[in-house]
């Protein structure tokens, strides 16, 4: 491993993180609940049925809660659940909670948490699958072994207090699948507008007819007039990669991201302009735009915008799958969308985003 497994204690909700290039190095770890005593540790499997055997890029988050997260919200939020099991646990204030048994990394991985109110807590370990939409249809033979690469499976590690895990009533669920999209986008990148509305302007702009938006982008104002207007937000030139789009219902639902796993900073910013009214985005990828008007009465991804504010937000984070065996390093990118009030100063679209060297 080439840096330390990543923790950010410092931000704003303590979560813990990091990613590995193959699951399989932690089928067999546990959590390891230690006191300063040096006694004996209470030691849980994180994976009992050995699920993260089949090898896939994997993400372990790890948070302290007042209560447990909504399943249905951690479906969207991280993928379809696999697995999960629970431990109650009796903690004290000088406990410190840890993954040992990482194939590949010799000490264990301490999660940052102290300071322990004493009492009854329950552990929360839930396996989660990420599949990019492109793929949540049937599959030929030959497609499996791509679609298996691209999924992301993450590790989500929960502790809250005993008195709040109650399985039989859990809160009500907040996030929709309109909240996050998990895709493939070429090197051409995508867009996010209202389709309809866009529509709607690109006639009145440049007439009725078939069009090559890319070309009428690249050779005229018409962009930049649908920019100013706030009937589009892009991405222009990427990667070809996954890429999770998050925008969260609501401040509160923005902390389970926990996008300070990934880095203090975002890599990339991106500002926009985005008319009052629209409350909700076509993800639209850009090769698409050759084939104007007939893209738009396809049927793509749509994330919600709630809110009011005139200026959107997209930040890029890129989180790094670390390789303990040997398998390449590879990035886990998330643009997270807020929105807030005002116009913009200026408008900074994101353009040539790079995650990997292709050189």
């Given at each position: 491993m080439n840096t330390p497994l990543h923790t950010n204690s410092e931000h704003q909700n303590v979560a813990f993180g990091f990613a590995l290039a193959d699951s399989t190095v932690l089928a067999e770890a546990q959590l390891l609940v230690s006191d300063s005593g040096n006694s004996q540790s209470l030691q849980l499997d994180i994976d009992p049925q050995r699920l993260l055997k089949d090898g896939r890029k994997v993400s372990v988050i790890a948070q302290p809660l007042e209560s447990p997260v909504n399943r249905q919200d951690a479906?969207?939020?991280?993928g379809q659940e696999l697995a999960y099991v629970q431990y109650a646990v009796n903690l004290k204030a000088d406990n410190t909670i840890s993954i040992a048994s990482i194939e590949g990394v010799e000490h264990p991985v301490n999660l940052g948490w102290s300071a322990f109110t004493e009492g009854e807590y329950e552990l929360r370990i839930s396996l989660h699958l990420k599949t990019p939409r492109i793929a949540e249809g049937a599959l030929e033979p030959e497609q499996i072994a791509m679609v298996k690469y691209a999924q992301v499976i993450t590790v989500f590690i929960s502790l809250f207090p005993a008195e709040a895990a109650s399985l039989n009533s859990p809160s009500q669920a907040v996030w929709s699948r309109n909240h996050h999209v998990f895709d493939s986008y070429g090197r051409g990148g995508f867009i996010l507008a209202d389709l309809p509305r866009l529509a709607t302007r690109v006639e009145e702009l440049i007439g009725?007819?078939?069009h090559n938006l890319i070309e009428q982008f690249a050779e005229g104002d018409l962009s930049d007039t649908l920019l100013e207007e706030g009937l589009i937000a892009m991405?222009?030139?990427i990667t070809p990669w996954c890429y999770s789009l998050y925008s969260a219902p609501d401040k509160q639902s923005a902390r389970m991201i926990a996008i300070d796993k990934l880095?203090?900073?975002p890599e990339r910013q991106g500002i926009y302009h985005l008319d009052p009214s629209i409350q909700q985005l076509s993800i639209?990828?850009?090769?698409e735009l050759?084939?104007?008007p007939a893209c738009v009465q396809k049927d793509w991804p749509v994330i919600d915008v709630e809110g009011e504010g005139e200026t959107l937000h997209m930040d890029l984070y890129t989180q790094i799958c670390e390789s303990v065996n040997g398998l390449h390093e590879n990035p886990l990118p998330t643009f997270v969308l807020t929105r807030s009030q005002g116009k913009p100063e200026a408008i900074?679209?994101?353009i040539d985003v790079v995650i990997v060297d292709e050189a």
């Open positions: 479906h969207i939020i991280y009725q007819g078939n991405v222009w030139g880095g203090d900073e639209v990828p850009a090769n050759a084939y104007w900074l679209p994101l």
